[in-house]
């Protein structure tokens, strides 16, 4: 049975599925409906170390817009029962082939009929938009907040950049894992999880060790709707990176930026936006309901 959180309105409470990876691995996916029948399903993946009970006010946000959400969690973070360290190991391989089809098969199973989206945050969003490249037939849509590739030639910063994905993975291999909690990036990362995003850093080609998988070719061939949000003071994303990333793809996504005033906030940053997430919620749901149904 799942447990539920309780939520402030009139919608479902959120249940918590638990789910059990190919290799063992175990994480609760959180699954936020709407009041009624959903026909479309949003599974979300987070910022890279960012827990998914975080993204619950986003879910609810749009579970009131008659949306349901599901809220992937990272292994190594939150409710995962792995943590990175010397013995504890996985890229962007177990991501993709194990924990992402574990996580979409449980919200399929409660909500079958609906037409399922990819979306995510930063990391989350390139990690969907992989996934798609290798499921094209499963996935009807794709959208990105506050992401986009890190290619170090698309950041005003990019030389300093440059230097710290080569940095990361060396550190990560001499600690047994990314201290990004004390560093103040990310959380407490698995060694090749950063050498795999680094590598995309410095060469601006997606690739992930242990997959023989040309995602640069798939990308190339996807032709899903797609939208990307960028928040306009971000300089984790700014729009250089977001059409990187956006560009590998075929089709003509849709791109939207989102100010402050937007948001009420001092600033639309790259986590800012997730304390007021209604108006995003709002630009998603008005491109959702463009959407065939």
Known sequence: MSASFSVPSALPS???????????????????????????LLYWLPALGVAAKHYQPLAQALAEHGIAVAIHEWRGIGSSDK?????????????LEDDVPAGIAAARARLPQARLYLGGH??????????????????????????????????????LLWSAYALAPWLARVVGYLPGRRLGFGGNEARQLIDDWARTGRTGR???????????????????????????????????????????????????????????????????????????AMRIAEWLGAQPT
């Open 14 to 40: 959120c249940d918590v599925l638990p789910t059990v990876a190919i290799d063992g691995a175990r994480a609760d996916v959180l699954l936020q409906r709407p009041a009624a029948e959903p026909v479309r």
């Open 83 to 95: 943590r990175a360290g010397r013995h504890e190991n996985w890229g962007y391989r177990e991501l």
């Open 122 to 159: 930063s990391l989350g969003a390139q990690i969907a938009a992989l996934y798609a490249s290798l499921h094209p037939q499963d996935v009807v849509g794709l959208l990105a907040v506050a992401s986009g590739a890190p290619y170090w030639r698309q950041f005003p910063q990019g030389r």
């Open 206 to 280: 997606y690739a992930a060790v242990g997959m023989d998988a040309d995602f640069e070719a798939l990308l190339g061939k996807l032709r899903l709707p797609t939208f990307g949000l960028r928040m306009q003071d971000d300089w984790l994303a700014p729009q250089t990176s977001l059409s990187w990333l956006l560009g590998k793809m075929a089709g003509s996504p849709s791109m939207q930026v989102v100010t402050a005033a937007d948001l009420g906030n001092d600033k639309a940053d790259h986590f800012g936006w997730m304390k007021t997430p209604w108006p995003v």
